[in-house]
């Protein structure tokens, strides 16, 4: 697609249930990023995949989180048990080489967990 | 560990100042360093990419400049408008992984 495409736009979820969001990244692009940004904060990084190779990880604040990235393209965040402390805003953003061409970010995905 | 600073944190002026917003970063190991706008709600919209052996990049009315030996880049804004109001984020990439600043909320007064 022309840009980094995310849905949903928004969830309101009840603690404890599961959410998934997905993250459609610019035709081309080999790297994937989500990034969480809460109230008033900056952004957090969660994890990063590079083609085929092992993703990072390092980033996801608990084993509730996970994500995927199928046939490199298309990648799934799921969060797991929602917590009220997980309610933010989930960026993701793709770049066409890692780490050295420009970032380009989808709208975002509000989370709000009541 | 890579820190990103970005001072003020907020910063208001009168249509029609030129401004200046600041960034720091503690490694100047980078390969380079991206500014961007975010409106609020919105995501982040891509204004400049420095890349490392680059000094400066003009878009516009926009002029960022890069000194990785000081840990420095400066996004200045000529003739700032009413439109120009959000906030504005810097960050810088390692290896991989790109770090950002807190960002500085600017509001430009009609």
């Known amino acids: 697609g022309a840009g980094v495409s995310q849905s949903p736009s928004n969830k309101v979820t009840e603690k404890g249930k599961d959410v998934e969001l997905r993250c459609d990244p610019i035709?081309?692009?080999?790297?994937l990023y989500w990034y969480r940004q809460s109230l008033g904060q900056g952004l957090e990084f969660l994890i990063y995949f590079q083609g085929n190779s092992a993703p990072d990880k390092s980033g996801l604040p608990s084993d509730r989180f996970s994500a995927e990235r199928t046939g490199g393209s298309v990648s799934t965040l799921t969060i797991q048990r929602t917590q009220q402390e997980d309610s933010a805003v989930y960026l993701c953003?793709?770049?066409?080489?890692?780490?050295?061409?420009?970032?380009?970010f989808g709208e975002g995905s509000r989370l709000t967990v009541l | 560990k890579q820190e990103v600073t970005q001072i003020p944190a907020a910063l208001s002026v009168p249509e029609g100042e030129n401004l200046v917003l600041n960034c720091s970063f503690t490694d100047s190991a980078i390969y380079n360093l991206q500014w961007f706008r975010q409106d609020p709600g919105k995501g982040l919209t891509s204004l400049l990419l420095i890349q490392s052996s680059q000094r400066e990049q003009t878009s516009g009315r926009l002029n960022a400049s890069l000194d990785k030996s000081s840990g420095r880049s400066t996004l200045y804004i000529a003739a700032s408008q009413p439109g120009d109001s959000a906030t504005y984020l810097c960050a810088v990439s390692g290896t991989y992984k790109y770090i950002f600043g807190t960002g500085t909320r600017l509001k430009v007064l009609a």
């Open positions: 953003a793709s770049s066409l080489v890692q780490g050295k061409g420009e970032l380009f």
């Open positions: 035709s081309g692009h080999t790297a």
